[in-house]
């Protein structure tokens, strides 16, 4: 009895939570705007600070982060060293530009504390992370984070309702003007590489939620850097090989790239509405796949 008294309870807790929608808006320039997505990079290693360095010598002026922040299990708190050593330390010169950082969370993240990296990000200016859950507008470009860990692992079940409640909220009312809906997590839902497909429930709540909603899906997990193509008009990208990369099948599948080469994402957005995106090598800052998406927004879906 007193089980089912505090799950109910956690439940409850988790919806009043998502009243918050944990938005903001950003009124920089956007034709000055260059999103880069980087994924996987919580291990000291040497490809870790050639992508570092990669991106604090690129024209990124804000990086999103797909999650595994810190391998192998997180941070036990906001003050936690493991987080200066593989995250600060290696990206110092990133930060030193006055470049931010917008994270999600991985499941390795979660292993610990994951609010920790909301103490973190009150404490940092230069440090993203609101909420499990948010989102963020540049002008009619709308991103918005979503937490899919805990729809990937089933002891987390109780924290799904207040995801689901906050992200009902958005579609009648912060997203309704996007020209652009960027959806970033850590799981992506399907792979032509290893890692092939998302959980059953994870892959329900992407269907229901996400494909056929919003025009870009990016994500990490996977140790490769990847062009999914489109399901449900709505296309998969992949950018996790931060630190550890690895995974990509040894025959490409027509039309689409999935590589694990050392690198991240770069994104750039026209006013008429279509991303314009490219992965980067770091080894040599050198693109290596070039393709576009024209943007509607938020689809019927929603």
Known sequence: MIKIITISLLIISHLAFAEDLFVEEKSASLELQVFCVVGDTGETTPTQSEVASSLANSDCNQIWH????????????????????????????????????????????????????????????????PNNFYVKKFGSICFVAFDTTIFDKLYLFYKRWGQVSWLEKLKKT???????????????FFSSGDREKASPQLGFFLEKHIFGAFDLYITGHNHVLADEGDYLDTRQLISGTGSLPGGSPDIQVDGKFNMETPGFLRLTFSEKGTANYEFIRSSDGKSIWTNSKKGVGLRKKF
């Open 66 to 129: 797909t999650g595994d922040i810190i391998y192998p299990s997180g941070i036990e708190d906001a003050d936690d060293p493991l987080f200066y050593d593989k995250f600060l330390k290696p990206y110092q010169a990133v930060l030193e530009k006055n470049v931010p950082f917008y994270l999600t969370l991985g499941n390795h993240d979660y292993k610990k504390d994951p609010s920790a990296y909301i103490e973190i990000g009150r404490k940092n200016s230069l440090i993203n992370y």
């Open 174 to 188: 912060e997203l309704r003007n996007c020209t652009f809906s960027v959806a970033i997590a850590h799981h992506p």
